[in-house]
């Protein structure tokens, strides 16, 4: 594939083609993500919903090319192996990979003629994920909160949860806010579903697992936001939609506020905290008491 930019245009195309109505991705389990860390090239296929795909935006061939001078760089020294960034993938059925992200390195590793490519597999939430939980669930309300910038924080920036004990430890490295256990299990207990969202590309299974070792449950997890937002286009506000309509109200809880939101009006109710980092927990879970109780006045935007 180290062709010219029409072939490589062409070869995409096909395989965008060959991939309609054949090929959709699948859950890999814990020990096979953590073992697979390369896969030939070939056996990694483009996103069809991905702008890479896309005839009127398709690749960018300055960074391609940029890539590609990694790549004959890294050569050069190891004379084998490329071993940069992963780039990031859902096993498929019937074979192969998804890419997630990093289009660009892999066709650049396709124009230079690498056999193989490092990888990270993760297990992404879709669609029928999304409707599954709703058709589960029994609640009607949902707390969303994100988790780059409030649930997972440095040492130094917010009083911490101590790390999980090994083995755990060497599979979890995220550190989780002081108090957060302690708030989902109030949320749960009063009858709220806890939806995580992330601009990172997490495994949804990963998070999941993570919070069980601090008993505690998530209902659902949707991660690298931004860029699957950006490809979803109107299917992914069409989603988004379909879960706040499932619930009565969503409390949306950061780092300063907590915002009661309620569907299908423009009532909010807002839960200012006082901004000490230490205190965070305790004053969301205040708010949320606050709320089931009844209290605190309704405002206009």
């Given at each position: 594939?180290?062709?010219?930019?029409?072939?490589?245009?062409?070869?995409l195309?096909?395989?965008?083609?060959?991939?309609?109505?054949?090929?959709?991705?699948?859950?890999?389990?814990?020990?096979?993500?953590?073992?697979?860390?390369?896969?030939?090239?070939?056996?990694?296929?483009?996103?069809?919903?991905?702008?890479?795909?896309?005839?009127?935006?398709?690749?960018?061939?300055?960074?391609?090319?940029?890539?590609?001078?990694?790549?004959?760089?890294?050569?050069?020294?190891?004379?084998?192996?490329?071993?940069?960034?992963?780039?990031?993938?859902?096993?498929?059925?019937?074979?192969?990979?998804?890419?997630?992200?990093?289009?660009?390195?892999?066709?650049?590793?396709?124009?230079?003629?690498?056999?193989?490519?490092?990888?990270?597999?993760?297990?992404?939430?879709?669609?029928?994920?999304?409707?599954?939980?709703?058709?589960?669930?029994?609640?009607?309300?949902?707390?969303?909160?994100?988790?780059?910038?409030?649930?997972?924080?440095?040492?130094?920036?917010a009083?911490?949860?101590?790390?999980?004990p090994?083995?755990?430890?060497?599979?979890?490295?995220?550190?989780?806010?002081?108090?957060?256990?302690?708030?989902?299990?109030?949320?749960?207990?009063?009858?709220?579903?806890?939806?995580?969202?992330?601009s990172?590309?997490?495994?949804?299974?990963?998070?999941?697992?993570?919070?069980?070792?601090?008993?505690?449950?998530?209902?659902?997890?949707?991660t690298?936001?931004g860029?699957?937002?950006?490809?979803?286009?109107?299917a992914?506000?069409?989603?988004?939609k379909?879960?706040?309509?499932?619930?009565?109200?969503?409390?949306?809880?950061?780092?300063?506020?907590?915002?009661?939101?309620?569907?299908?009006?423009?009532?909010?109710?807002?839960f200012?905290?006082?901004?000490?980092?230490?205190?965070?927990?305790?004053?969301?879970?205040?708010?949320?008491?606050?709320?089931?109780?009844?209290?605190?006045?309704?405002?206009?935007?």
């Amino acid at each position: 594939m180290a062709g010219s930019k029409s072939l490589f245009d062409e070869y995409l195309a096909q395989e965008v083609e060959n991939s309609k109505g054949v090929r959709f991705p699948v859950k890999t389990g814990i020990l096979s993500r953590l073992l697979i860390r390369e896969a030939r090239c070939d056996d990694l296929h483009p996103n069809p919903e991905d702008e890479f795909c896309s005839p009127q935006i398709g690749p960018n061939y300055k960074i391609i090319s940029a890539y590609q001078q990694q790549y004959v760089d890294a050569l050069k020294i190891s004379q084998y192996y490329y071993e940069g960034e992963p780039i990031i993938v859902e096993r498929t059925h019937p074979d192969g990979y998804r890419i997630i992200n990093g289009h660009h390195r892999w066709a650049a590793a396709l124009r230079t003629g690498q056999a193989k490519i490092p990888i990270r597999v993760v297990n992404l939430t879709h669609e029928e994920d999304v409707k599954k939980i709703l058709e589960n669930s029994r609640h009607t309300k949902r707390a969303a909160i994100d988790l780059d910038e409030v649930i997972f924080r440095r040492e130094g920036e917010a009083p911490l949860e101590r790390p999980l004990p090994f083995p755990w430890s060497r599979l979890y490295k995220e550190r989780i806010r002081l108090g957060v256990p302690a708030l989902f299990h109030l949320l749960a207990k009063n009858g709220y579903d806890i939806w995580l969202y992330s601009s990172q590309y997490y495994s949804t299974d990963y998070i999941q697992n993570l919070f069980r070792r601090y008993h505690v449950q998530v209902d659902g997890v949707i991660t690298a936001i931004g860029k699957r937002a950006h490809a979803a286009g109107d299917a992914g506000k069409k989603l988004e939609k379909q879960i706040t309509d499932k619930y009565q109200y969503t409390l949306h809880i950061d780092n300063e506020t907590v915002l009661q939101i309620f569907s299908g009006s423009k009532e909010f109710r807002d839960f200012p905290l006082g901004g000490e980092s230490a205190d965070w927990s305790k004053e969301v879970m205040d708010a949320v008491e606050t709320i089931e109780k009844g209290e605190g006045e309704n405002e206009q935007p």
